[in-house]
């Protein structure tokens, strides 16, 4: 398997622009989750998903984010507008239930985000 | 919530030497899995080692091993024979038997000196 894909790898935008960051979870895994990490705030739970469906968004910032989970493949994390506190390295996870119980979290190379 | 606490920001081991990196969690759960990351440079988290809450045995990979105290609700890790590429970031990480999401640690840098 391929493991968790992310895209971009890196971004860089300016101030005011819509970014939209893509995550591709292991085929399988039924629950998938969005990180955002910063050197301020360590890693923060933004929002996860189990089965497509969003179960907890307490995390997400304010109204400018935004995740959805189509299908099983694929999911996405806008943010419109984009602001310089944006700025951080946001990470998708995924996991499954195997044997009664979670395995981990498999984690994507993340995001870069830098936004000017 | 659970909360995972590492009272360790920094540490530092020499290169062959072992270095013990400390994590206690809160819970009122009985059963749960509980997980150390490692973060290199490359920022890719990758799994150390995990522990489930019900099993006695302490888990063990290669040089790597926990010392699980479930009462005490702690979950250190040990890395033994410390090579340089074991330098990084290492995240504790609690998560329910029945629940979903993860619960992080802050971290604690690790700098192996040669």
């Known amino acids: 398997d391929a493991g968790v894909i992310q895209s971009p790898r890196h971004e860089v935008t300016e101030m005011g622009q819509e970014v939209t960051l893509r995550c591709k979870p292991i085929?399988?895994?039924?629950?998938l989750f969005w990180y955002r990490q910063t050197m301020m705030r360590g890693l923060e739970l933004l929002i996860y998903?189990?089965?497509?469906?969003?179960?907890?968004d307490s995390g997400m910032p304010e109204d400018r984010f935004s995740a959805k989970m189509p299908n099983a493949s694929f999911s996405t994390l806008k943010i419109q507008p984009s602001e310089p506190r944006d700025s951080a390295v946001y990470f998708c996870?995924?996991?499954?239930?195997?044997?009664?119980?979670?395995?981990?979290?498999?984690f994507g190379q993340g995001t870069r985000l830098t936004v000017v | 919530a659970q909360t995972v606490t590492q009272s360790q920001p920094e540490m530092s081991v020499q290169e062959a030497e072992t270095v013990t990196l400390s994590c206690t969690y809160d819970?009122?759960?009985?059963?749960?899995?509980l997980f150390w990351y490692k973060q290199p440079p490359s920022r890719q988290m990758i799994l150390v080692i995990r522990?489930?809450?019900?099993?006695?045995q302490n888990a063990t990979e290669n040089r790597f091993s926990v010392n699980f105290q479930k009462a005490a609700k702690s979950f250190s890790l040990k890395i033994s024979d410390s090579q340089l590429g074991d330098a990084a970031m290492y995240f504790c990480?609690?998560?329910?038997?029945?629940?979903?999401?993860?619960?992080f640690g802050t971290g604690t840098s690790l700098t192996v000196i040669p």
């Open positions: 522990q489930e809450a019900y099993k006695q």
């Open positions: 990480a609690y998560r329910s038997y029945a629940g979903n999401q993860f619960y």
């Open positions: 085929s399988g895994h039924d629950y």
């Open positions: 819970t009122s759960e009985s059963d749960y899995y």
């Open positions: 996870a995924s996991s499954s239930r195997r044997g009664g119980g979670f395995t981990e979290a498999f």
């Open positions: 998903f189990n089965n497509n469906v969003p179960i907890d």
